[in-house]
């Protein structure tokens, strides 16, 4: 008599170690990735990008000092050159501020500041913007014109200017009560209503697309909710444009809380963004202190060029006609 055969029993760790094995391989196959190695310029403006983010993650160990605490600033060491200059004291690599504050230390804990605020943003805006578009393109009717109509009059006006209205307006109500990371709350909800209208616009008409395919009536036929229809089945078709219009509205998002800040209307002296340290920094200029301006500005420009690359080459990537 033959043996019998037993079949074999595949282990849950070996089978998800081969799920993500698999998984990797698809990824490292696929035509985004293969256009991304092709591109040198899209790979340097990567690595700047997350360069960027490893100095603000690792703001605390990379500093010779916290610039938000009084205590480790001492006025003595005001005014201080760079490093390299004649003038310049170590360990202030990049000099020093009017409140003694080490520049190089300043722009890491501000580029912190401007990264959260710009993340929180772009998610506050993507998740509103996600929302409306899809209740818009998929009920249609009154409610469609309803949304559309509010865009409509939103894109009527400069994103900066709804930010300085609703930072302006919670400046007013709150007041005193307001600080800094009331001040950094603010800064993303003004952002984030700023940036919502191109995700709901974009959203409504890949979603007034999508559901007039089959899968959609399948999906109603066999009696699933709009929502689970929305989110699950409907949703993942239009993630390309959106992860488009997410990674350009960040380099957005950070501009536009670098110009508030540097307006007066964002961030604090005593917890400077980016944007704050520029404000600083331009005062003394024209006396002569120009690293307090210039290292910032230098590090606010190569942040947003990355960015931008990066939302160039994605946008091309995921382009069907172009590739």
Do not use: C
């Not at 100095?55 to 060491?77: E, G, K």
């Not at 401007?114 to 009154?142: F, K, M, N, P, R």
């Amino acid at each position: 008599m033959s043996d019998a055969v037993v079949p074999h029993r595949v282990e849950p760790n070996a089978a998800a170690a081969r799920s993500g094995t698999s998984w990797l391989k698809r990824a490292l196959d696929s035509d985004i990735f293969y256009s991304f190695r092709r591109s040198r310029m899209t790979m340097v403006a990567a690595a700047i990008t997350v360069l960027f983010f490893l100095l603000a993650i690792f703001a605390s160990q990379l500093s010779v000092q916290n610039p938000f605490d009084p205590a480790q600033l001492q006025l003595m060491n005001s005014r201080i050159s760079p490093l390299w200059t004649a003038e310049g004291q170590s360990p202030f690599l990049l000099g020093t501020d009017e409140q003694g504050r080490d520049v190089f230390s300043a722009i890491l804990y501000g580029l912190r500041i401007s990264l959260v605020v710009g993340v929180l943003g772009v998610i506050l805006a993507g998740t509103l913007g996600i929302t409306l578009g899809l209740i818009a393109g998929y009920v249609g009717g009154a409610v469609d014109g309803l949304i559309m109509r509010i865009a409509d009059v939103q894109l009527t006006f400069p994103a900066i200017l709804i930010a300085l209205l609703v930072n302006g307006v919670a400046k007013s109500v709150l007041g005193n009560r307001l600080d800094a990371m009331s001040t950094l709350g603010v800064l993303v909800i003004a952002i984030g209503l700023s940036f919502w209208v191109q995700y709901a616009r974009t959203v409504r008409g890949s979603v007034m697309v999508e559901k007039s395919k089959d899968y959609v009536a399948a999906a109603q036929l066999i009696g699933l909710p709009a929502p689970k229809i929305m989110l699950r089945h409907v949703l993942p078709n239009t993630m390309g444009p959106i992860l488009v219009i997410a990674t350009i509205n960040l380099a957005l998002a950070i501009i536009t809380e670098a110009t508030l800040s540097f307006l007066g209307a964002g961030m604090p002296d005593t917890m400077p963004s980016l944007g704050t340290l520029i404000r600083i920094g331009n005062n003394y200029l024209f006396a002569g202190e120009w690293w307090i301006v210039a290292f910032p500005g230098i590090a606010l420009a190569g942040l947003i060029l990355s960015i931008n690359l990066l939302g160039d080459w994605l946008r091309d990537a995921l382009n069907p006609k172009l590739r």
